[in-house]
T-cell receptor, first 111, second 113 residues
C-alpha cells in the first residue's frame, strides 16, 4: 500500500514557467513532509520541508503548500530553470518511524 | 563535514551470489537507513539501524539483511541474488531517531546478471 501518492509521473515545463508536483497521504500521524531532488547518478538531496502546523513554506524559488484537511501537499517551483531538471520525491515521516516516499516526478525544463 | 559515503559505487553479480554493500554516515550521525531505488517502484525502505540495533524494517524478504557497527558504519547484505534485485541501493543517515533531516549517499548500483 502506497502511503504517499505522487503525481504527475513526469512533467515538462518551459523555462520561466511554474512547475507543480502534488502528493497525498492518508496517515494523519505524519508530522514532517520533505521534498527531495535527485540528479542522475546522485542520491536524493533534501530540498525543502514542512511541518503540518504551517500551510506554506518558501525557500527561494521553491514553495511547499500544505493542506492538512485534504491531506495533500505540493511543491511549486517558480521561474523554472533548465538546471531544475531532475527527479523530485515527496516523503512523509513521523517520529520514530520510517520515511515513506512518493514514486517520484521527472521534471524537464525546456530552454 | 564529509557526506554519506557508499562503497562500492558499482557492482555486477550473478544470480545466486551474495553481495555486501557498505555505508559510512556523516560524522555524528547514528541512524542509518537503507533504500532500494528502481525505476518502477521509486524509493523502497529496507531497514533502519540506530545504536547497532534495527529499529524499523520494510517489506523485503529475509534475503536482505543489515547490521551496524559501533562507529555507526553500516553494511547491507543480499543473499541468493535474483535478477529483480538489480537496483540502486541508497544509504541515508541522520543524527538520531527523532531527527527529521535525512541525508543520502550517492548509492551503489547493483546489476544482477
Amino acid at each position: 500500500q502506497q502511503q504517499v501518492k505522487q503525481s504527475p509521473q513526469s512533467l515538462i515545463v518551459q523555462k520561466g514557467g511554474i512547475s507543480i508536483i502534488n502528493c497525498a497521504y492518508e496517515n494523519t500521524a505524519f508530522d514532517y513532509f520533505p521534498w527531495y531532488q535527485q540528479f542522475p547518478g546522485k542520491g536524493p538531496a533534501l530540498l525543502i520541508a514542512i511541518r503540518p502546523d504551517v500551510s506554506e513554506k518558501k525557500e527561494g524559488r521553491f514553495t511547499i503548500s500544505f493542506n492538512k484537511s485534504a491531506k495533500q501537499f505540493s511543491l511549486h517551483i517558480m521561474d523554472s530553470q533548465p538546471g531544475d531538471s531532475a527527479t523530485y520525491f515527496c516523503a512523509a515521516w513521523s517520529t520514530g518511524n520510517q520515511f515513506y516516499f512518493g514514486t517520484g516526478t521527472s521534471l524537464t525544463v525546456i530552454p | 563535514k564529509a557526506g554519506v559515503t557508499q562503497t562500492p559505487r558499482y557492482l555486477i553479480k550473478t544470480r545466486g551470489q551474495q553481495v555486501t554493500l557498505s555505508c559510512s554516515p556523516i560524522s555524528g550521525h547514528r541512524s542509518v537507513s537503507w533504500y532500494q531505488q528502481t525505476p518502477g517502484q521509486g524509493l523502497q525502505f529496507l531497514f533502519e539501524y540506530f545504536s547497532e540495533t534495527q529499529r524499523n524494517k520494510g517489506n523485503f524478504p529475509g534475503r536482505f539483511s543489515g547490521r551496524q557497527f559501533s562507529n555507526s558504519r553500516s553494511e547491507m547484505n543480499v543473499s541468493t541474488l535474483e535478477l529483480g534485485d538489480s537496483a540502486l541501493y541508497l544509504c541515508a543517515s541522520r543524527t538520531g531517531m527523532s531527527s527529521y533531516e535525512q541525508y543520502f549517499g550517492p548509492g551503489t548500483r547493483l546489476t544482477v546478471t
